[in-house]
Structures are given as structure tokens and as C-alpha cells.
């Protein structure tokens, strides 16, 4: 082999070895504490988790609380996690199964501990929720929902990978769960009083609708979804990177 060959050959490596790293750091993959992976999706001057979130340890180790009855769950004043009972969702077997589709379900003791997400992501704030609305402009519920999941006709366009599924509730006055298959609700970090806290909801409609004593704000403002909820409610969590 001739030195222009071996150094055209040479200059064709480096030049596809610039491009697959290019590939790879924007396909980032971002871990939990407990080894849970998430890829990662960029709306805006947002930067997203593309799933909910899984982990049952906080991001120093720590375990999250879990396996408390509904009066148990509806009483508590400290950090818990628990998953959707797979008993009452069709074609689940397992409560792993259940975590992979759809994630845990925190209540907002757990969210202000900040200790949640991984290190360089948060919980985000009800203003952080609005900027992600208001930037997708019309018809934001359809374009964040996934194509698939949703019962009563309700699948989005996932226009921009943000894949919601319905990953239903756990009501903070009796600690019964809803919403499978036909509502998301999100935690922010923005407490609303004393008792409550705001979540961002879509349910399968897109229309207004009352869940367990919350009335759900839909429309086409970037307050879409807004709702006071009590903290000791039950709802999926989905992080977003720290800009320093």
C-alpha cells in the first residue's frame, strides 16, 4: 500500500470514528442508582427524560419506602414509591413489568427531598412544565403522547419523542389507584400549600375532567393540565437536565 493510500485510509478512519462519536453523545444514555437506563430527548431548550422514572433508591442510595396498603399510603408524611398493581392491569404479570411500561409512582415527599433524580437532573418546576407546553404550542397533548398505549381512541402523534403513556394514580385522600390505560400525571417541584403540590395531567380525551376530588385543567394555554394535588397522592415522575 502506497503512503497516499495509507494516509487517505487513515484520514477515512479518523473521519468515521469523529462521526460515530458524534452519534453517541447525542444519543446519551442517563442511569439511576439502580442501573435503570433512559435515552434522552431535546424540545426546545429543554433536555428530557424520554421515560418515566424507574429507580427506588435516591441518588445518594438511599432506599425509597415502598409496600404500604391505601391507608397506610394516603397517611404518609415522608418519602415512598409504589407501582401500579399489575392485578389490574390486562395483559401484566409482574409489578417488573409493570415498572418497565410505565415507571413508579412517587409521592411529592419523595420530589422534595431533590434527591430523586439522578445527579444533573431534577424534578421540574410547574414553570419548567409551562415553558415545555407553550413551546409546543397547538394541540401540545397530542404531540407528547405516544402512538400506542392509550384506551379510547386517546394515542397522540409523539411528534417529538417524548412517548407519554398513561400511566394512571394513586389518590392521596384513600390511596386507591386510577387511571390506567387513560391518564399521566407528572409531579412538578412547585409546592401549591400546605397540603398540595402541582401535577401536569393528560387523560386519554384531552377534555376536562375530575380525578378523585382534582379537577384537570385542559386546553390550549401552557397551564394545560395544571392541578393542585394532595402531596400525599401518587404520580410518575419525569426528569429534566439541570442548565448550569
Same mark, same amino acid.
Given at each position: =500500500?502506497?503512503?497516499?493510500?495509507?494516509?487517505?485510509?487513515?484520514?477515512?478512519?479518523?473521519?468515521?470514528?469523529?462521526?460515530?462519536?458524534?452519534?453517541?453523545?447525542?444519543?446519551?444514555?442517563?442511569? %439511576?442508582?439502580?442501573?435503570?437506563?433512559?435515552?434522552?430527548?431535546?424540545?426546545?431548550? &429543554?433536555?428530557?427524560?424520554?421515560?418515566?422514572?424507574?429507580?427506588?433508591?435516591?441518588? %445518594?442510595?438511599?432506599?425509597?419506602?415502598?409496600?404500604?396498603?391505601?391507608?397506610? !399510603?394516603?397517611?404518609?408524611?415522608?418519602?415512598?414509591?409504589? *407501582?401500579?398493581?399489575?392485578?389490574? *392491569?390486562?395483559?401484566?404479570?409482574?409489578? &417488573?413489568?409493570?415498572?418497565?411500561?410505565?415507571?413508579?409512582?412517587? +409521592?411529592?415527599?419523595?420530589?422534595?427531598?431533590?434527591?430523586?433524580?439522578?445527579?444533573?437532573?431534577?424534578?421540574?418546576?410547574?414553570?419548567?412544565?409551562?415553558?415545555?407546553?407553550?413551546?409546543?404550542?397547538?394541540?401540545?397533548?397530542?404531540?407528547?403522547?405516544?402512538?400506542?398505549? !392509550?384506551?379510547?381512541?386517546?394515542?397522540?402523534?409523539?411528534?417529538?419523542?417524548?412517548?407519554?403513556?398513561?400511566?394512571?394514580?394513586?389518590?392521596?385522600?384513600?390511596?386507591?389507584?386510577?387511571?390506567?390505560?387513560?391518564?399521566?400525571?407528572?409531579?412538578?417541584?412547585?409546592?401549591?400549600?400546605?397540603?398540595?403540590?402541582?401535577?401536569?395531567?393528560?387523560?386519554?380525551?384531552?377534555?376536562?375532567?375530575?380525578?378523585?376530588? =382534582?379537577? &384537570?385543567?385542559?386546553? &390550549?394555554?401552557?397551564?394545560?393540565? +395544571?392541578?393542585?394535588?394532595?402531596?400525599?397522592?401518587?404520580?410518575?415522575?419525569?426528569?429534566?437536565?439541570? *442548565?448550569?
Amino acid at each position: =500500500m502506497t503512503t497516499k493510500k495509507r494516509m487517505q485510509l487513515n484520514l477515512c478512519t479518523l473521519v468515521c470514528f469523529a462521526i460515530l462519536c458524534i452519534y453517541s453523545c447525542n444519543s446519551n444514555t442517563v442511569s %439511576d442508582f439502580d442501573g435503570n437506563k433512559y435515552t434522552t430527548i431535546t424540545i426546545g431548550n &429543554q433536555t428530557w427524560l424520554r421515560e418515566n422514572l424507574k429507580t427506588t433508591k435516591f441518588n %445518594d442510595g438511599s432506599p425509597i419506602a415502598t409496600g404500604f396498603n391505601d391507608k397506610e !399510603w394516603a397517611e404518609l408524611k415522608t418519602s415512598a414509591y409504589c *407501582i401500579y398493581p399489575y392485578s389490574m *392491569i390486562d395483559g401484566y404479570n409482574s409489578s &417488573q413489568e409493570v415498572l418497565e411500561s410505565y415507571g413508579a409512582l412517587y +409521592n411529592w415527599h419523595a420530589v422534595e427531598t431533590e434527591k430523586l433524580c439522578p445527579l444533573g437532573w431534577k424534578v421540574p418546576s410547574n414553570d419548567d412544565w409551562s415553558e415545555l407546553f407553550k413551546y409546543l404550542g397547538n394541540k401540545p397533548i397530542t404531540k407528547l403522547k405516544a402512538n400506542f398505549g !392509550w384506551d379510547e381512541n386517546g394515542n397522540g402523534t409523539d411528534e417529538y419523542g417524548f412517548s407519554a403513556l398513561p400511566s394512571g394514580y394513586r389518590f392521596g385522600g384513600n390511596g386507591s389507584f386510577g387511571g390506567i390505560k387513560t391518564i399521566s400525571s407528572w409531579w412538578s417541584s412547585t409546592e401549591s400549600d400546605e397540603e398540595g403540590a402541582w401535577t401536569r395531567n393528560l387523560d386519554s380525551s384531552g377534555v376536562e375532567e375530575k380525578i378523585g376530588g =382534582m379537577m &384537570q385543567i385542559f386546553g &390550549q394555554s401552557p397551564e394545560i393540565g +395544571n392541578s393542585n394535588s394532595y402531596k400525599s397522592g401518587g404520580s410518575s415522575v419525569r426528569c429534566l437536565k439541570v *442548565i448550569n
